[in-house]
């Protein structure tokens, strides 16, 4: 009897360059994934690496006050103190 032939992967990352849009295109076996950079998701509605707002967190990062930037956060701190250490 003849045995089944090996399947190969194809990369989808090749044959597709703009599938994953602004961000990083890895192939794995059978598919591929998205890959943005530390602080961002894909979001697959508009094909590109989305700021995730930490702050929006429930229990946010920052012990007092928090502002969102690209990529990442700022944490604030009352009148007349100061940051020590991160939150």
Request: aromatic share 8%; with cysteine; charged share 15%.
């Amino acid at each position: 009897p003849l045995s089944p032939s090996p399947s190969t992967d194809e990369n989808e990352c090749v044959l597709s360059p703009s599938a994953c849009g602004s961000a990083s295109c890895h192939n794995t076996l059978g598919g591929f994934r998205c890959v943005c950079p530390s602080g961002f998701d894909f979001d697959q509605a508009v094909r590109g690496c989305q700021d995730v707002d930490e702050c929006a967190a429930r229990s946010g990062p920052c012990s007092y006050s928090c502002a969102n930037t690209p990529g990442g956060f700022l944490c604030g701190c009352p009148r007349g103190y100061f940051r020590a250490g991160q939150g």
